[in-house]
């Protein structure tokens, strides 16, 4: 007796611990998977999040709405269109083709060395997040250009730590609620002002300005931090791309666009950057952190092929003044392998050298036999980008640019308007060239008609062509202070050289994929017949109209130009997505039907619980 009732005594407390656990397991069941999987939208309830990090969560690999634009249904059109769940709230900041998540859940055998990792690796169908991004918690709508240049609010992109790394150098400062940027960089502590017209004075512009008089305007900033270079070479008339991949300082192009500076995703890897050849007249580099001696000099060589004639290299390193013996070696072998390529030093003062690329094929023809890096294969087409591989090897420039000893661009702003050179490799005359320019400046000013009652004058500042063409679209926007970013579809023809040439920003991209940016981060999106062309292609319609929100900015506008079947069936879609009708119009010059919309500010309960 005493045996069973001791034993009877030491299982009470182990039923009492199950007991207490399982509650306790309940209630933080029902806790935290009800305030993260549901969404208000002004306080009435939205729907359940979907999506997860683990491999066996079958909400995150599958979900059939991609495979279909609309549902079967009884209604009058047969159709009926599904309404979407909410992503959980720790996929905020998700970007679909650069989720470290995916990589190890689907284990990609990846050269880390080759930064292989931060290229893009896009998740097929069946483990794509079929649901709506959230904002985080206390989202606000973003401070407006200009003064976005200088601050952000912290709600809406709140990580601090560049701060706090990046302390002694300016990067960003906390202050309150919001985050301020001094224009501070790695090699720049006392503000890229000063260090711009630095770079000026070196290659004797006349007034210490670096466009020289209009001839330069497409530069690319590699490794750019928060991008104040960029933001402030604004003020001289100079666009910049400024380019970062999503590393350890993971958050810097999500703060570049939130200030509104021309920003991308990307890395210098084993991929080709996505921008045609001969798209920028100087390329910078300031502590970017790249070994530009690898693979035979691959990396240095993938500037050689997106800059211009006679185009610029700044880079900002200790490689280029310190003295001790590691620098000092890489020094020699880097201003060795750069000049067998032709560059030659245009200026070199304190921290900073600045190499120049050839204008002609001369030097590159007079080179012994043998001389590394070879020139590319005649076949090798310099202007193909997506997903092709770098090539270790020099692009020749045309006949054209060889004869003309550059690429014949008119100065800024002429060049805006002015018919491309390269118009001729597409068959285009410059009587097409014009006719596209002023369509498009009819068409745009059409729009702002329409959009007057609903926007102001600094409404809108980071704006998407998804379909650009010749770049007409952001030509007719050149009056007004925006930058666009005009993309050019992969399967099309690639006319991101005529952009280029024409002093505009750019990237080729295929809308069968998401795009390399941060949700959030336009505040405008121009879709012209590019929902009937992925549909034409086998694309998810469906899938398209979610990455089009996740792109866009709470409160952001969508100005959709198609078929009249395609627009009623986005109608259907406005109501699941969030989106309000702001105004439907029928066009005068094509088949085409103008739709409006505006995406609707919602927040999820976490984030009415926080403003509680």
């Not at 407006?144 to 990046?166: G, Y």
């Not at 006349?206 to 070479?233: K, M």
């Not at 036999?369 to 020099?394: F, R």
């Not at 992925?534 to 952001?556: H, N, Q, T, V, Y």
Request: charged letters at 25%.
């Amino acid at each position: 007796m005493r045996g069973r009732s001791e034993g009877g005594n030491k299982k009470k407390p182990v039923i009492v611990l199950v007991c207490v656990a399982a509650l306790l397991l309940v209630f933080l069941y029902l806790f935290f998977g009800s305030s993260s999987n549901h969404a208000l939208e002004y306080g009435r309830k939205l729907g359940l999040a979907t999506g997860g990090d683990n491999d066996n969560d079958d909400a995150s690999k599958k979900d059939d709405t991609s495979t279909s634009f609309y549902a079967d249904d009884d209604d009058a059109n047969g159709f009926t269109p599904r309404s979407f769940p909410v992503c959980d709230d720790r996929h905020s900041e998700l970007i679909p083709c650069l989720d470290r998540n995916l990589i190890y859940q689907m284990r990609l055998k990846l050269d880390l060395s080759l930064m292989e990792h931060y290229e893009r690796h896009c998740p097929p169908p069946e483990r794509r997040f079929n649901c709506l991004i959230p904002p985080p918690p206390g989202y606000k709508v973003p401070i407006k250009w200009p003064k976005s240049r200088d601050e952000v609010w912290k709600v809406n992109i709140p990580h601090t730590h560049l701060a706090h790394e990046k302390s002694d150098q300016n990067w960003m400062v906390v202050k309150g609620d919001k985050i301020n940027f001094p224009g501070g960089g790695t090699h720049f502590h006392y503000g890229a002002d000063k260090y711009i017209a630095s770079m000026a004075n070196m290659l004797n512009f006349p007034n210490n300005i670096l466009n020289n008089g209009g001839r330069l305007r497409t530069f690319l900033d590699v490794g750019c931090g928060v991008a104040s270079f960029g933001g402030y070479l604004l003020a001289s008339d100079i666009m910049t791309m400024s380019l970062a991949p999503n590393d350890v300082h993971q958050n810097q192009i999500q703060f570049a666009l939130e200030r509104g500076i021309p920003a991308y995703l990307g890395v210098l890897g084993t991929k080709r950057l996505p921008y045609p050849s001969r798209s920028f007249e100087l390329a910078h580099c300031s502590r970017c952190r790249i070994d530009w001696l690898q693979r035979d000099g691959i990396l240095l060589l993938e500037l050689d092929r997106v800059l211009r004639p006679g185009g610029y290299f700044a880079y900002s390193s200790p490689e280029a003044y310190a003295q001790d013996e590691e620098d000092l070696r890489i020094w020699r072998e880097m201003s060795a392998l750069v000049e067998r390529m032709c560059w030659t030093i245009a200026a070199k003062r304190n921290q900073t050298v600045i190499w120049q690329k050839p204008m002609t094929n001369d030097c590159y023809l007079e080179r012994e036999p043998g001389t590394q890096p070879p020139l590319c294969n005649s076949d090798s087409d310099p202007d193909a980008v997506y997903g092709v591989n770098m090539e270790a090897c020099i692009t020749q420039y045309s006949d054209h640019d060889h004869k003309t000893k550059g690429s014949g661009l008119s100065p800024w702003p002429a060049r805006l308007t002015s018919p491309p050179p390269r118009l001729a490799d597409f068959g285009y005359s410059t009587d097409m060239f014009e006719k596209d320019t002023e369509t498009w400046k009819h068409r745009v000013d059409a729009y702002w008609d329409l959009l007057s009652p609903a926007i102001q004058l600094d409404t809108v500042r980071n704006i998407m062509d998804m379909k650009a063409n010749m770049g007409s679209f952001a030509a007719a926007l050149n009056d007004k202070d925006v930058w666009v970013m005009n993309i050019v579809p992969e399967n099309g023809p690639n006319t991101l050289k005529l952009i280029y040439d024409r002093g505009l920003m750019g990237a080729v991209h295929s809308w069968c994929e998401a795009f390399s940016t941060y949700p959030r981060t336009y505040d405008l999106v121009h879709a012209w017949d590019i929902i009937s062309d992925i549909k034409k292609r086998g694309c998810s319609a469906e899938d398209l109209l979610l990455e089009m929100d996740r792109i866009l900015r709470p409160s952001g506008f969508i100005l959709i130009r198609d078929k009249q079947s395609v627009v009623d069936l986005v109608k259907k879609y406005l109501k699941a997505l969030h989106w309000e009708a702001v105004d439907t119009k029928a066009t005068s010059d094509s088949d085409n039907v103008i739709l409006i919309v505006q995406k609707k500010l919602w927040l999820t309960s976490e984030s009415l619980r926080d403003l509680e």
